[in-house]
């Protein structure tokens, strides 16, 4: 069992940045895949980025591809989201989620989530 707390969301201006942070409990988190979803509302909850258990090919929608970087430190249990060029539409809750065995861009394959942060980008 792995529980994550997210930390690091906020109000920001367009093209500013934020760094979220999710902090895992449990001695197994180094095997968990470990990934962020956002949802904006009256959205569906959707893939942000994964990163796999070892930190090499990581995941990116198309969205987000060249703005946000996800990345992971074993040794502190922790997973980030480095969020840069921000826009109106990132505008969501980011959730961190965590499965055992490979990434995955299906929400419907985590069973481990936090609680949320809100970001929020505008003017």
């Known amino acids: 069992q792995v529980q994550l707390v997210e930390s690091g969301g906020g109000l920001v201006q367009p093209g500013g940045s934020l760094r979220l942070s999710c902090a895992a409990s449990?001695?197994?988190?180094?095997?968990?895949?470990m990934a962020w979803f956002r949802q904006a509302p009256g959205k569906e909850r959707e893939i942000v980025a994964a990163?796999?258990?070892?930190?090499?090919?990581?995941y990116y929608a198309d969205s987000v591809k060249g703005r946000f970087n996800i990345s992971r430190d074993n040794a502190k249990n922790m997973v980030f989201l480095q969020m840069n060029d921000l826009k109106p539409e990132d505008t969501a809750i980011y959730y961190c989620?965590?499965?055992?065995?490979?990434?995955?861009?299906?929400?419907?394959?985590?069973?481990?989530w936090g609680q949320g942060t809100q970001v929020t980008v505008s003017s």
């Open positions: 989620a965590a499965r055992g065995g490979p990434t995955s861009s299906s929400r419907y394959l985590y069973p481990h």
């Open positions: 449990g001695r197994t988190f180094s095997y968990y895949a």
């Open positions: 990163v796999s258990w070892s930190g090499s090919n990581p």
